[in-house]
């Protein structure tokens, strides 16, 4: 909590709150209309060719527009077989195929949100934890299985994720957490990851480089401290393919934990610390070598770091400490972010004045529903019960079918066989938002991905 309690408070307070935490838990777990989460957006997904398409990936489902931002779908959790406490990244081909990287396998489904599958045996029922396009090919996408006491494996697609190849022999039976590859040398790539601890071995955070496409691998050990917990790769300079940076990851069953970024400048051997701060939420690059953190405290009030700027050659500033970032992304020469709707008023928002301030791209009175079918898919049926909850949720019940979204959105439209459909819930539920908060701050201390 904030403020003056002291150890006697603590000692009083702490079993009440999680005796009411626990009890409004359970009334969310036995709702006849189960809630899952409430409404976050964790990361903006580009198209790498078609700037009408873009999506959102949230603790509901995936929000998408084809038709830049007039209209938004969106398609459930239930659809895309995933489970309430993760948070898997997803991805766009150039071709307008989802790739999502889920702890039950990699799916794939179409840019309208129809269909999804699993497109190979190999990669269903095994945990996919990241994925990233080639530098120097947008068609090639590489994904990073991760299932713990099984081997593991880098696996490549160049046919929109039709078919997959191996990169090397599987890899040891270890938890990797994140893939990247060096922008000045596709040939390089980096792993990061843990050893579980055993009856005999303490766990040990490691880097796996390769410099031959993935086809061979040097791992070298990462010396974490005492409460270091995993390793998540940030981002590789685009002009040096040895220097990347890193966020070592903190227990998330702490309260006081701090993550600390570092970075490398000899390809992963050694690591200088570089700041330590509460939940490191992205590290992107611009065009002149400067590079923009963000980083945020997930417990209440979300104010921490907010984001930094480090020109060549200067000193990491603060740029803007008022606003709590999900998510950072660059587009179209702008930074953009995921926000908090309910501190800033919206959930996606841009910048286009070097991070100082940010203006509203999307927020969720925006959303005309989830997918309609042809009558082939099953996605509406998987999502007509989570479509009444998040109407609910969101306080969204005053937007009937024919309600026009701020920008300009009615309701209709789709492509390739779908449609969209407006939430047909008509009673508002506030106090189930207050629920849904509280139950989205204890689900995402169980997030295994962070």
Request: aromatic letters at 10%; glycine letters at 12%.
């Amino acid at each position: 909590g904030v403020g003056g309690g002291g150890s006697a408070g603590a000692a009083t307070g702490g079993p009440l709150r999680a005796w009411v935490c626990g009890l409004l838990v359970w009334v969310v777990a036995n709702r006849a209309s189960a809630h899952g989460r409430f409404a976050a957006t964790y990361q903006i997904i580009q198209h790498p060719a078609d700037a009408d398409v873009l999506a959102f990936n949230t603790t509901f489902g995936i929000v998408f527009t084809q038709d830049g931002g007039a209209t938004y779908h969106w398609v459930c959790r239930t659809a895309l077989n995933i489970a309430a406490t993760e948070d898997p990244p997803a991805f766009l081909t150039p071709e307008g195929t989802f790739l999502a990287a889920t702890f039950r396998g990699l799916q794939r489904g179409p840019t309208s949100g129809c269909e999804w599958n699993y497109p190979v045996p190999e990669l269903e029922r095994v945990v996919v934890i990241d994925g990233i396009f080639a530098p120097d090919d947008a068609g090639r996408f590489y994904a990073l299985t991760s299932s713990g006491g099984v081997t593991n494996f880098v696996t490549v697609t160049d046919d929109d994720g039709v078919s997959w190849t191996p990169t090397s022999e599987p890899i040891e039976p270890i938890l990797f957490e994140s893939i990247l590859i060096a922008p000045s040398n596709p040939d390089r790539i980096y792993l990061s990851g843990v050893y579980p601890a055993t009856a005999d071995t303490e766990r040990e955070t490691f880097v796996h480089r390769s410099d031959d496409d993935g086809a061979t691998w040097e791992r070298f050990p990462f010396e974490r401290n005492e409460e270091g917990f995993s390793l998540e790769l940030l981002a590789v300079d685009p002009a040096d393919e040895d220097r990347l940076w890193v966020r070592e990851v903190h227990d998330r069953f702490r309260d006081d934990f701090f993550d600390r970024v570092l970075r490398s400048d000899d390809g992963g051997e050694t690591w200088t610390p570089i700041l330590t701060v509460h939940t490191v939420t992205g590290l992107v690059f611009g065009p002149d070598g400067t590079y923009y953190l963000s980083a945020r405290n997930p417990g209440l009030p979300v104010r921490d770091f907010g984001l930094g700027r480090k020109r060549p050659g200067g000193e990491l500033e603060h740029v803007n400490t008022t606003l709590s970032l999900a998510c950072l992304a660059r587009r179209d020469g702008e930074l953009w972010g995921c926000t908090s709707t309910f501190a800033e008023g919206f959930a996606i928002g841009r910048s286009a004045d070097d991070g100082v301030t940010f203006e509203r791209v999307f927020d969720y009175d925006e959303l005309t529903g989830p997918v309609e079918g042809d009558g082939s898919s099953t996605v509406p049926g998987d999502c007509e019960i989570s479509n009444a909850d998040i109407d609910r949720d969101l306080m969204l019940s005053d937007a009937g079918p024919d309600a026009a979204s701020p920008d300009g959105g009615t309701g209709s439209g789709g492509g390739a066989g779908c449609g969209c459909t407006a939430p047909g819930s008509t009673s508002s539920s506030w106090p189930m938002g207050i629920v849904g908060l509280l139950w989205m701050r204890r689900a995402r201390r169980q997030t295994a991905r962070r």
